[in-house]
């Protein structure tokens, strides 16, 4: 049996995927119409010379939703055989730890995969960032970065082939931090961009702007407050998007064309799903999109239409919910079934809404599609192979390739699969 504090982390995460959520008291009515809090002053880290950070007017306008059609999918098959026969180990050198993420290198067309992990055989044990990065002709060797790295982490890759990471670490005091390596460079590591923060909680999500810009999404739990950290010109800009709220888990940060930045977070008192919106003025307001839900992830399509899925608890199933900034939005069923806690949602260029997801009753990995102007779903497996989906991270390329990162929970390695149209 491994010992290490990984193994325990890991055999906490499958007992909590595998065990059914557990029945809790219905909350408060919530209304569909609320207000968040007013947003206070950014504060700035001096990295560097920068522009003057704006304070941010009180006065969110609150929203109202509409309701939307469902659209209601039989239960599959249960535990099916079988799966994509692209899925395949990406490195055995490495007990997988867990927050497998997969992000787009397009200067080298090719997947670039992060997980948490532990090198079999060094004692102590050790987290590290590992990095694997896709080739035409298969995987270059892992990079690492040693340290007590957590399992909190996002990643994206600019159009030089720069990677950036963000995430945190159990021996510093403070955080997030801000990692980027580039083919043939070392390490460059910024922060803790608030010293002294504390625990930050669930995922982070970053984005890279089109001028150069870096911002990341977290939430830190003493205070139980989303933030948002954006770097321009060397200088770090931090803001409160609001308390009282825990982020989901994969990608809940997007800009639209616009430039304004979207962030999906769950509420702690009552369990509500929101969407925050920040206005030109600096100003956030939210719409409620579900009660009970969970694992909820985040993205945009071509016409700035915000797409949200998310695991409603109670009712055992995936949910998609589309709609503008603000709303209404139009909700659909996607699957059903004992599920996991987490999704992971990407955007076609043609319109195509991809969802993964895992099935806990029998613990493989999923993909749900609405095809373009579809109004139904279909679900197809995608591995099957020992315990395996758990923390699910997909990414779309140009084409509309599917990409999945994830972990197998019974041989401890990270996971690779890919499909086209």
Not at 33 to 51: D, K, N, S
Not at 77 to 100: H, L, M, Q, R
Not at 154 to 182: E, K, M, N, S, Y
Request: glycine share 10%; net charge negative; charged share 20%.
């Amino acid at each position: 049996m491994k010992t290490s504090l990984l193994a325990s982390l890991l055999l906490c995460a499958c007992a909590r995927q595998s065990t059914p959520t557990p029945t809790r008291p219905a909350p408060e009515p919530a209304p569909t119409r609320a207000e968040a809090e007013p947003a206070p002053t950014p504060t700035e880290v001096g990295l560097g010379p920068g522009p003057t950070a704006v304070e941010l007017a009180p006065g969110p306008t609150a929203v109202e939703l509409a309701p939307g059609p469902t659209a209601v999918e039989p239960d599959a098959d249960v535990c099916p055989k079988g799966g994509w026969p692209t899925a395949v180990v990406v490195d055995g050198k490495y007990d997988s730890g867990f927050e497998a993420t997969i992000a787009w290198s397009r200067s080298a067309g090719a997947p670039v995969l992060f997980d948490v992990a532990q090198k079999q055989g060094v004692k102590p044990p050790t987290h590290w960032l590992r990095i694997v990065a896709g080739t035409r002709g298969g995987w270059t060797e892992p990079r690492t970065l040693e340290g007590r790295v957590s399992g909190v982490m996002a990643a994206a890759v600019d159009a030089t082939g720069l990677v950036h990471v963000a995430f945190t670490r159990f021996d510093a005091d403070g955080g997030p931090f801000l990692g980027t390596i580039g083919p043939g460079s070392p390490w460059r590591v910024e922060g803790p961009l608030e010293p002294g923060l504390g625990f930050i909680q669930d995922r982070m999500s970053l984005l890279l702007g089109p001028a150069g810009e870096v911002t990341i999404a977290y939430a830190d739990h003493p205070t139980r407050t989303v933030k948002t950290a954006t770097r321009w010109r060397g200088k770090w800009r931090l803001e409160s998007v609001a308390s009282g709220q825990s982020l989901m888990l994969d990608h809940t940060l997007v800009r639209d064309r616009a430039g304004r930045p979207h962030v999906v977070t769950q509420d702690w008192a009552s369990g509500d799903l929101r969407l925050y919106d920040r206005a030109f003025d600096g100003t956030w307001s939210f719409a409620v999109l579900a009660k009970d839900a969970h694992g909820g992830s985040l993205a945009i399509d071509a016409s700035d239409r915000l797409h949200v899925s998310f695991i409603d608890w109670r009712a055992d199933e995936l949910r998609h919910a589309v709609g503008p900034a603000g709303g209404p939005f139009a909700t659909s069923s996607v699957a059903r079934g004992k599920l996991g806690n987490d999704s992971s949602l990407a955007v076609a260029a043609d319109g195509a809404v991809r969802i993964a997801y895992d099935r806990r009753e029998c613990d493989d990995l999923h993909l749900a599609t609405r095809a373009p102007g579809a109004a139904e779903w279909t679900t197809e497996l995608v591995d099957a192979a020992g315990d395996v989906g758990t923390d699910p991270s997909l990414v779309l390329d140009d084409r509309g390739c599917v990409h999945l990162a994830y972990a197998d929970g019974t041989a401890w390695d990270l996971k690779y699969a890919t499909k086209c149209p």
